[in-house]
């Protein structure tokens, strides 16, 4: 009975060593050429709001007119009930293994991923200088997203992140996100370096299957790994016939 678990192991540890595989990283974040909106001005960026914290590392805050700081020349004043759809597109081809998303928004924002909302924006108030609540526009109301919220959403080929951002409280206006998908893509090279070393070591133990304890230097030298994968066949074999006798 003991061979029956055996086995099993020896199959696993086979099995378990081609796993071999490197990350791929897509980064998502907020700028003019990343970003598309759902009015007829293209998407640009702009400068904050002297309240609004900081852009988001390697991002930008934008908007779909210079929105953001009341002293810009041409600073276009948002009227309240304004709600734009700002959509971020990118391509994963692997499984998602890990996934991160910061966002902060004037007034506020919701959070769409593949047409599932993972996070509801602020429509309640109150909006002292944007959101007092998540998601808003300063560090303290930054929505922060982690692997748990993000990969049951993310699918391999096109994605869409999509925030409909909201004016509620008046002026400035505007949306900043960044964040990073990690795929794990397998290297096919290693993986076939990897078949090809264990089908040579197989090859080498596998007349010492059933032999002796000590049959012959091939089968002294013949490493650890090579007489596991090479006699898994036949102490599946072995076991079986115990079963049948007992």
Aim: charged letters at 10%; one cysteine or more; aromatic letters at 8%.
């Amino acid at each position: 009975m003991k061979l029956k678990l055996v086995v099993p192991a020896v199959m696993f540890s086979m099995s378990s060593i081609l796993v071999v595989a490197k990350a791929d990283s897509v980064s998502v974040f907020s700028s003019a050429g990343t970003t598309t909106n759902n009015t007829a001005n293209p998407t640009q960026n702009i400068d904050s709001h002297p309240y609004w914290a900081g852009p988001l590392t390697g991002s930008s805050w934008i908007s779909y007119a210079p929105t953001g700081n009341p002293s810009d020349p041409g600073f276009v004043e948002v009227p309240n009930g304004t709600a734009v759809i700002f959509t971020a597109t990118f391509t994963l081809t692997e499984p998602v293994v890990s996934a991160s998303l910061n966002v902060i928004a004037d007034d506020t924002t919701n959070v769409v991923v593949n047409g599932t909302e993972i996070f509801p924006a602020n429509l309640t108030g109150p909006y002292p200088v944007c959101s007092a609540k998540a998601i808003g526009c300063l560090t303290s109301t930054e929505g922060t997203f982690t692997t748990s919220e993000l990969a049951p959403y993310l699918k391999d080929g096109v994605n869409n992140i999509q925030f409909t951002v909201y004016q509620e409280g008046g002026a400035s206006y505007g949306l900043d996100y960044a964040g990073v998908i990690t795929s794990a893509v397998p290297e096919s090279g290693t993986m076939l370096l990897l078949g090809i070393g264990l089908l040579g070591i197989v090859g080498l133990a596998a007349p010492c299957c059933g032999a002796p304890r000590v049959q012959s230097n091939r089968c002294r030298h013949a490493t650890a790994l090579g007489l596991i994968a090479a006699c898994a066949p036949y102490l599946l074999r072995r076991s079986r016939l115990i079963t049948r006798a007992s």
